[in-house]
C-alpha cells in the first residue's frame, strides 16, 4: 500500500509542478504582453507630443507673424505721422540757460537761489 500512496503523491506533485510551469509561462506570456503594449502606448503619446508641438509652433509662428505686421504697420503710421507734422520746437534758450544755472549752483554748492530768467 506505501508504494501506491508513493505513486499517487509522485502523481500529484507532478501535476502540480507542472501547474506551477504553465502558470509561469502564463504569467511571462502576459508580461511579455504587458511590456509590449506599454511600448506601443509610449511611442504613441511620443507622437501625439510631437503632434502637439508641432502645431504649437505653427500657432506661434502665426502670432509673430500677426504681431510683425501690426508693429510694421504702427511704425509707418508713425512715420506718416511725423512726415505730415509741423517741426517741433526746441526749448527756448532762457529757460535752459536757467536751468543749466539752477544745476551748477546745485552742484557746486552755490546757494538755493534760483537765477532771475
Known amino acids: 500500500m506505501a508504494e501506491r500512496h508513493g505513486a499517487i ?10 501547474r506551477v510551469l504553465d502558470a509561469e509561462a502564463e ?42 505686421r501690426g508693429i510694421e504697420r504702427g511704425l509707418a503710421e508713425l512715420a506718416a505721422a511725423a512726415a505730415s507734422a509741423p517741426p517741433a520746437a526746441g526749448p527756448d534758450t532762457a529757460t535752459v540757460a536757467r536751468l543749466t544755472a539752477r544745476l551748477a549752483a546745485e552742484l557746486t554748492g552755490g546757494g538755493d537761489a534760483e537765477p532771475s530768467p
Do not use: K, L, T
Request: net charge positive; charged share 30%; glycine share 2%.
Open 9 to 18: 503523491d509522485s502523481q500529484a506533485v507532478d501535476a502540480a509542478f507542472n
Open 27 to 68: 504569467a511571462r506570456a502576459a508580461i511579455a504582453d504587458c511590456r509590449e503594449r506599454a511600448r506601443a502606448q509610449v511611442a504613441a503619446a511620443g507622437r501625439a507630443a510631437r503632434a502637439i508641438a508641432s502645431r504649437a509652433e505653427r500657432r506661434i509662428q502665426a502670432a509673430n507673424h500677426i504681431a510683425d
